[in-house]
C-alpha cells in the first residue's frame, strides 16, 4: 500500500503507542506525531520507537495526513469538537474508541468538510494501559471495527481498513449504532460483570486468598482496568450496556432460582445451554 | 517419603488420571489400580500412563493402601455408602471432590472405623474432563484443600497432606464448612455467572460472533464445563451458592442502577473498588 507521509496520534498509550510502532516496524509512514498533554509519557513513547517526534502544541496537526485520536472516549468527542481547524485539507482523521455512536455523531457535526472522518475501534486492548504494554504486533491477529454511516467517503473508508488490515487485524464493517449494540453484550457487559463478581468477593481470611483458582482469576481479569475509561464507556453506550445489563441479571436469577428450588433438571437445561453457546463462539 | 504399596483410583478422568500419573512419575506408588464402571475409559487411561492396572471389581478395594474417589460428588457420596465392606483395616480413603461438607458427613457416618477418611479438594481442574487432559504435573503450583474435622486420624492427614505436597502442590487446611463457603465464592460462584453470561448473548448475527474480544472469552470460559458436574456441585453446596449468587445480583444491580441514572463518580467509585480487590488477588 502507498506510504503515509504524515501521522499523528493523539494519545501515545498503548492502543495508540502500538499504532505507531506498527507503522514504523512495517515502514508504513515516515513521520509518527505524538500529540498530548503530558510530555513525560510522550517521551516515553518516543524511547520505546512508537513515534518518530511529538509536540504538545496542536498547530501541528496541519502537517499529518492521517489523525489517529486514541484517547479516552469522551475526550475524542472533545477532540472532535476542537481539532477541526487545524486539519489540512483531505486529512484522514479516524480514532481507537470502544464506543461509536456517539464518537461519529460528534465526528460528522464538527469536524470541517474538507476532512474525513472514519470510526475505528480496534478490540485488541487489555486491563492493562500505557505504551510500556504496547507492541508493534497488538493488532495482528486481533478484529477492528470499522464503523461508516451514509455521510462516509468510500476512498478514506478503504484507505483506513487497508491500514488495519496491514498491521495485521481482520476487519469488520458494520455500522455505530450496530458496534454499540453488539459491544455491550460482547465486550462492556464482561466488564460490569467482572467488577461486579470482584466486589461481591467479602475479603474474609487469608483461606478464601489462598482457595482462588484459575477460574475466578479468568472471570475478574478485566475488572483491573481502568475505573475511568469504563465510567466514560458506561455513559456514551448507556442504553445498550444497561439493556445487557438487565438480560444478564435475568439469567443468572434463573439460575439462581433453579438452584434454590434444587430443580436439578432445570440447572442441568440451563448450564447445557450455556455450553452450547461458548462452545460455539 | 514412605513409598506407598497400592492405590486404588475410582474415576480415572481428569484428576485421577493426573494422581495416577503423578505418582507412577515421581514413583511414590507400586501399584496404581483404576476402577470404574467403563472399561474403554479405564483403558485409556492405563495406556496413558495413568494405571498399572485396572478392575471392574470393587473386592480388588481389600488391596489398596489408599483409595482416592475421583467422581463427581453425587457419586462419592454413593460411593462411601457402597465401599465400606470392600476396605482392608487401616487403609486411608481420599477424594477429590468440590465440596466438602456432604462428603465428610457421608465419610463419618458410613466407612468403617478401622479406616481413615481425609477430604480433598485439589484445586486443578479446568473446563475440560477426562483422562486425556491429565498430565503428571496437573497440581504443580496449585492448591490443594485438605478438609479435617473432630474426628481426622491425625496421622492420617498427615499422610495425605504429604502426598499433595509431594506432588507439587501447596496445601490449605481449613473445615469441610468453611470451605465450602469459601468455595462458593472463589470458584462456584464464577461458574454460574459464566454460564448467565453466555445464556445473555443473543446469537443475532455473524458481527456479534466476529466482535467477540479476549474479554468476553475469559470471563466465560469457565461456562464450557460440564453441566452435569456442576448441577451436582450448585445442589451439594445450595445455601452457600444461592448466598453468593444474592450477593454478586445485589452488587450488579448497583452498577446498572449507577449507569441508568448515569452517576458518573458512583461508576468510578465502584469500577475502583472493585479494581482494588482485584489487584490485590
Redesign the interface.
Given at each position: 500500500m502507498k506510504k503515509i507521509n504524515t501521522v499523528a496520534i493523539i494519545g501515545a498509550g498503548l492502543i495508540g503507542g502500538a499504532f505507531g510502532m506498527a507503522l514504523l516496524k512495517q515502514k508504513m509512514a515516515d513521520r509518527v506525531i505524538g500529540l498530548g498533554r503530558n510530555e513525560a509519557r510522550l517521551k516515553k513513547a518516543l524511547k520505546l520507537g512508537a513515534l518518530t517526534e511529538y509536540s504538545l502544541d496542536y498547530w501541528i496537526l496541519g502537517e499529518a495526513d492521517l489523525v489517529f485520536m486514541a484517547t479516552p472516549v469522551n475526550n475524542i468527542r472533545e477532540l472532535l469538537f476542537g481539532i477541526g481547524p487545524y486539519l489540512k485539507a483531505g486529512a484522514i482523521v479516524t480514532d481507537g474508541g470502544s464506543t461509536k455512536a456517539e464518537i461519529v455523531c460528534a465526528a460528522n457535526k464538527y469536524l470541517p468538510l474538507y476532512t474525513y472522518f472514519i470510526g475505528s475501534h480496534p478490540?485488541a486492548g487489555?486491563e492493562k494501559s500505557g505504551v510500556q504494554f504496547a507492541s508493534a504486533d497488538l493488532f495482528k491477529g486481533s478484529?477492528c471495527?470499522v464503523t461508516p454511516d451514509k455521510l462516509t467517503n468510500k476512498i478514506a473508508l478503504k484507505k483506513v481498513s487497508n491500514i488495519w488490515k496491514a498491521l495485521g487485524a481482520?476487519v469488520?464493517m458494520?455500522s455505530p449504532v450496530?458496534?454499540d449494540k453488539?459491544?455491550a453484550?460482547?465486550?462492556h457487559?464482561?466488564?460490569?460483570?467482572?467488577?461486579?463478581?470482584?466486589?461481591?468477593?467479602?475479603?474474609?481470611d487469608k483461606?478464601?486468598?489462598?482457595?482462588?483458582?484459575?477460574?475466578?482469576?479468568?472471570?475478574?481479569?478485566?475488572?483491573?482496568?481502568?475505573?475511568?475509561i469504563?465510567?466514560e464507556i458506561?455513559?456514551a453506550n448507556?442504553k445498550n450496556?444497561?439493556a445487557?445489563?438487565?438480560?444478564?441479571?435475568?439469567?443468572?436469577?434463573?439460575?439462581?432460582k433453579a438452584?434454590?428450588r434444587?430443580k436439578?433438571k432445570e440447572?442441568?437445561r440451563?448450564?447445557?445451554?450455556?455450553?452450547t453457546?461458548?462452545?460455539?463462539?
Open positions: 478490540i487489555s478484529v471495527a481482520k469488520v458494520l450496530e458496534h453488539v459491544l453484550f460482547t465486550s457487559l464482561p466488564h460490569f460483570v467482572a467488577a461486579a463478581m470482584s466486589l461481591s468477593v467479602i475479603k474474609r483461606n478464601r486468598r489462598a482457595l482462588t483458582g484459575k477460574g475466578f482469576k479468568d472471570t475478574t481479569r478485566i475488572a483491573a482496568s481502568s475505573p475511568e469504563w465510567a458506561a455513559l448507556r450496556i444497561c445487557s445489563l438487565k438480560n444478564f441479571l435475568l439469567q443468572t436469577s434463573r439460575l439462581e438452584i434454590k434444587r436439578s440447572i442441568v440451563l448450564l447445557r445451554q450455556a455450553k453457546k461458548r462452545d460455539s463462539l
